[in-house]
């Protein structure tokens, strides 16, 4: 029964299915860790892989968190042009969308 529930998953991120549930996860981790962005990193790290999360300072402070084949960037809602999601002050998208 568990190798049929991880053959659902890795289908449905496969076919793009597990973005929305990953996006409700990271909203999930901003309404908690409030305002500070670097205080969201322990709490990302618990739903991606340590070594995909990364904080970066130029050009300006952001959150990139590689997600298969895909980057999902976490940023202040006033460097965005178009977010998946906007929670608080950050918006949620993945690289090329935002």
């Not at 597990?18 to 909203?27: A, F, L, Q, R």
């Not at 340590?50 to 006033?78: C, E, Q, Y």
């Amino acid at each position: 029964m568990d190798l049929i529930k991880l053959i659902d998953k890795y289908i449905g991120e496969y076919l793009g299915e597990g973005t929305e549930n990953k996006i409700n996860k990271v909203e999930e981790v901003i309404k908690k860790s409030g305002k500070e962005l670097m205080s969201m990193r322990t709490p990302l790290e618990s739903i991606f892989k340590k070594k995909d999360v990364d904080f970066v300072l130029s050009p300006i402070a952001h959150f990139r968190i590689k997600d298969g084949g895909k980057t999902l960037i976490i940023v202040n809602k006033k460097y965005a042009d178009d977010a998946e999601k906007i929670v608080g002050n950050y918006a949620i998208g993945y690289e090329g969308k935002i």
